[in-house]
């Protein structure tokens, strides 16, 4: 079964510093890799994809993420975090298809980003 | 281009009773995708719609139900509520699939008393 795990359940961050929060995947093939963003009571926004090629992509907002196949691993970084960058952030795997239709993401527990000033 | 909307944002429903939650998705997205959002379980599939057809389906109770119509609106319905529904729906919807990028609504935010 395909799974997502987000070891770090809470970051706390200064604000200006540099940030990287880990995804690792379990999954029988190379799967289609995302990462969404999560302000309160909102829903949930694509900060950036992976698909194939380009082992490292960059996405919005000054995000980028790298995936390394060795390590089953698709970790999101941004250089110097801003105070708005507070929110809940998924990792998710879509693993493909079963019985002629997507089996949907499978998402990571999150990590709650809190940014100190 | 308008993003995917959702109505109501708010529900307060009893035990027993049954549920309808719309979604409207980004104009030529054909897939829509609903998920449930809970602090105990995190965010679940529950179906995939594509051209007004059922897809896929997550592993939850038959009390959960959905639909398309032809312009690619969707409607969830929950019957027999339980306090354990109580939770955030979130739809997402997509141009080719729910294997692919998703764009999420804001949510329906679901009580149960």
């Known amino acids: 079964a395909q799974s997502v795990t987000q070891p770090d359940i809470h970051i706390t961050v200064s604000e200006g510093a540099s940030l990287e929060l880990r995804c690792n995947y379990s999954?029988?093939?190379?799967?289609?890799l995302f990462w969404y963003v999560q302000s309160p009571g909102q829903g949930l926004q694509l900060l950036l994809k992976?698909?194939?090629?380009?082992?490292l992509v960059q996405g919005i907002k000054g995000f980028e993420a790298e995936f390394k196949r060795s390590q089953s691993s698709f970790n999101l970084r941004k250089p110097s975090v801003h105070w708005s960058d507070a929110a809940e952030y998924f990792c998710?795997?879509?693993?493909?298809?079963?019985?002629?239709?997507?089996?949907?993401?499978?998402f990571g527990k999150g990590t709650h980003l809190i940014i100190q000033p | 281009k308008a993003g995917v909307t959702q109505t109501p944002r708010y529900l307060i429903k009893t035990r027993g009773q049954q549920v309808t939650l719309s979604c409207s998705p980004i104009?030529?997205?054909?897939?829509v995708s609903w998920y449930q959002q809970t602090p105990g379980q995190g965010l679940q599939f529950l179906f995939e719609?594509?051209?007004?057809?059922?897809?896929n389906k997550g592993n939850f109770p038959g009390r959960f139900s959905g639909r398309q119509f032809s312009n690619s609106r969707s409607e969830m319905n929950v019957s027999t509520l339980e306090l354990g529904d109580s939770a955030l729906y979130l739809c997402?919807?997509?141009?080719?699939?729910?294997?692919?990028?998703?764009?999420f609504g804001p949510g329906t935010r679901l009580t149960v008393t």
């Open positions: 999954y029988g093939a190379t799967p289609y």
């Open positions: 104009s030529g997205h054909r897939s």
């Open positions: 719609y594509f051209s007004e057809t059922q897809r």
């Open positions: 992976y698909f194939s090629g380009d082992t």
């Open positions: 997402a919807s997509s141009f080719a699939g729910a294997s692919y990028e998703q764009y």
């Open positions: 998710a795997l879509s693993g493909g298809y079963s019985g002629g239709g997507a089996d949907g993401l499978t």
